[in-house]
């Protein structure tokens, strides 16, 4: 995600709301030494992003009968807080929206597939939240 980008962040696959863990800090690091890394294609990206581990976040476990994921929120600096719109274990739709970050945040997909599943998007890729395809049978 860019300073530019709109920051809906959607699940990425239909299933139930596993877990929600949210973290509030008292401040937050700014992302812009990572946002300059990966403009330039400075590797590694993640070189001077301590905010990764540090800043405001919000994690969200999705299960389903073959992926499970794992939705992360990161807060920039000038971000106040992640809007967040699940409950645990609310049944959810592929793209349906899952929350908000502002200005420059950060959104991280872990997945664990189980089955004929393709990724079709690879590094550098700018996905549109809603219309870009992450992965899809086979």
Request: overall charge positive; glycine content about 6%; charged content about 25%.
């Amino acid at each position: 995600m860019t300073p530019l980008s709109v920051h809906y962040n959607r699940y990425p696959h239909a299933g139930q709301i596993k877990n929600i863990y949210y973290r509030q800090v008292k401040a937050n690091l700014p992302m812009m030494k990572a946002f300059l890394n990966l403009v330039f294609n400075l590797k590694p990206y993640t070189e001077g992003a301590d905010y990764i581990l540090e800043n405001e976040r919000n994690v969200i476990l999705l299960s389903s009968q073959h992926i499970e994921s794992a939705t992360v929120q990161i807060a920039d600096k000038w971000v106040n807080k992640i809007d967040y719109y699940g409950q645990q274990n609310e049944q959810v739709k592929k793209g349906e929206k899952l929350g908000l970050i502002r200005m420059g945040s950060q959104c991280d997909l872990y997945l664990k597939i189980k089955g004929n599943y393709q990724i079709k998007v690879k590094e550098r890729d700018y996905v549109k939240a809603g219309e870009t395809i992450l992965i899809d049978r086979d």
